[in-house]
T-cell receptor, first 115, second 113 residues
Framework: DAGVTQSPTHLIKTRGQQVTLRCSPK?????VSWYQQALGQGPQFIFQ???????QRGNFPDRFSGHQFPNYSSELNVNALLLGDSALYLC??????????????FGPGTRLTVL | QKEVEQDPGPLSVPEGAIVSLNCTYS??????FMWYRQYSRKGPELLMY????GNKEDGRFTAQVDKSSKYISLFIRDSQPSDSATYLC?????????????FGTGTRLTIIP
């Protein structure tokens, strides 16, 4: 059973560019959350998608947007990149409707470097 | 002030020692308390969770929550070199499967053989 997968593994961009990160949830999961983890910090919640809608959002600017597809996979888009956007971007999937999976499973992350 | 405070360490202890990791928080609405372990270049993996106050034990790991003091702890007994990782505390107001998680900074732990 494949866990949460993310692509790409690493990415280098320059300031002002746009980036798209991708996430495939664990099999059977329908909810995807995105987190940003800066170096030496804990993950910070960006937003969560369920049934193709953004259900919750953290304290991130509108430059951060997302999408969820009918197969539950998800994309995170960041526009007008800033140096401060350099971080590990983590995707987590869950399916609170299932009795024994009340947890969020994290993928390995995409490391974004903005130069 | 951050909602969740965690000593970033680093913390180095000899193999076999008892390790104590702690977090404090300010949001009294937090109900679920979790400990994640994160190895280098990997995503966090859930170690244990506790609902409300109390203790929970799983093998060499014990989690404690004191909501009156807004303080949570993770104890690792008979520590092993394989326990070397960053330990993150996390909390949520509702069921942590579908609620946002608020994390601490993480404590980097090294177990010395």
């Amino acid at each position: 059973d494949a866990g949460v997968t993310q692509s790409p593994t690493h990415l280098i961009k320059t300031r002002g560019q746009q980036v798209t990160l991708r996430c495939s949830p664990k099999s059977g999961h329908d909810t995807v959350s995105w987190y940003q983890q800066a170096l030496g910090q804990g993950p910070q919640f960006i937003f969560q998608y369920y049934e193709e809608e953004e259900r919750q959002r953290g304290n991130f600017p509108d430059r951060f947007s997302g999408h969820q597809f009918p197969n539950y996979s998800s994309e995170l888009n960041v526009n007008a990149l800033l140096l401060g956007d350099s971080a590990l971007y983590l995707c987590a999937s869950s399916s609170p409707g299932l009795a024994d999976t009340d947890t969020q499973y994290f993928g390995p992350g995409t490391r974004l470097t903005v130069l | 002030q951050k909602e969740v405070e965690q000593d970033p360490g680093p913390l180095s202890v000899p193999e076999g020692a008892i390790v104590s990791l702690n977090c404090t928080y300010s949001n009294s609405a937090f109900q679920y308390f979790m400990w994640y372990r994160q190895y280098s270049r990997k995503g966090p993996e859930l170690l244990m969770y506790t609902y409300s106050s109390g203790n929970k034990e799983d093998g060499r790991f014990t989690a404690q929550v004191d909501k009156s003091s807004k303080y949570i702890s993770l104890f690792i007994r008979d520590s092993q070199p394989s326990d070397s990782a960053t330990y993150l505390c996390a909390m949520s107001e509702g069921n942590f499967g579908n609620e946002k998680l608020t994390f601490g900074t993480g404590t980097r732990l090294t177990i010395i053989p």
